[in-house]
């Protein structure tokens, strides 16, 4: 009878040591339609080439929730495939936040290296200093108070890029009927946020989930 047990005991652990541990979240069929995630249609066309999949991430300097996904953001940048090309995408729903699309656009092409951690500075002076920076005035102020020249902050400012990447983003945003923020775009045609799953933790699992659909 033990002989019988010890040869029972070791087929299951040779099938725990084959299967390993599988969180219940990192299941793909735990993840559906309607619940998790919507399907954008018609899907947002992607701006990268075939092969790599498309994380957007919908933001607002004004709000708490975009704040406190920041250290999540992160860890995903930290922890992503090659083929995954992430981009911060400011939402425009409002003038307000079309001023700050442009604050970030401006300290992006200042900073493109993000030497400086413009993006970080930002949010400070927005939701912790409490600066009214929705003027070119105040932003210049904002920008050459960060160690940038004015005729740098007005090249920028005059710039056929900067429009460019304003109409892009206000198009993605429209055209995701994102009403909220923050929101992750996958491969131009899901869209996700932390208030759909309840847990930033599942919100990367989501997006590893998503990236992997293709942009079909």
Not at 166 to 172: K, P, S
Request: one cysteine or more; proline letters at 5%.
């Amino acid at each position: 009878m033990k002989r019988v047990f010890s040869r029972a005991f070791g087929l299951l652990m040779a099938l725990f040591l084959i299967t390993g541990c599988v969180p219940e979240s990192s299941h793909a069929e735990d993840f559906k339609e309607g619940t998790h995630y919507k399907v954008i249609s018609p899907a947002i066309p992607i701006q990268n080439t075939e092969g790599k999949a498309e994380v957007l991430e919908l933001f607002w300097y004004g709000c708490p929730h975009c704040l406190s996904l920041e250290p999540t953001i992160e860890k995903f940048l930290k922890q992503k495939p090659d083929n995954v090309v992430f981009q911060r995408v400011p939402a425009m729903l409002s003038p307000r936040w079309t001023f700050h699309a442009k604050l970030f656009y401006v300290g992006q092409m200042l900073d493109p290296k993000g030497e400086k951690e413009i993006h970080g500075k930002i949010f400070n002076a927005v939701q912790t200093q409490r600066r009214k920076i929705d003027n070119d005035d105040a932003l210049r102020r904002f920008f050459t108070e960060n160690g940038f020249g004015e005729e740098q902050v007005n090249n920028v400012l005059k710039s056929m890029e900067l429009n460019a990447v304003l109409t892009r983003a206000d198009e993605i945003g429209h055209k995701s009927k994102a009403d909220s923020v923050p929101a992750i775009i996958v491969n131009g045609k899901y869209l996700t946020s932390p208030s759909m799953l309840g847990s930033e933790e599942k919100l990367l699992q989501v997006i590893d989930f998503l990236s992997k659909q293709g942009a079909k």
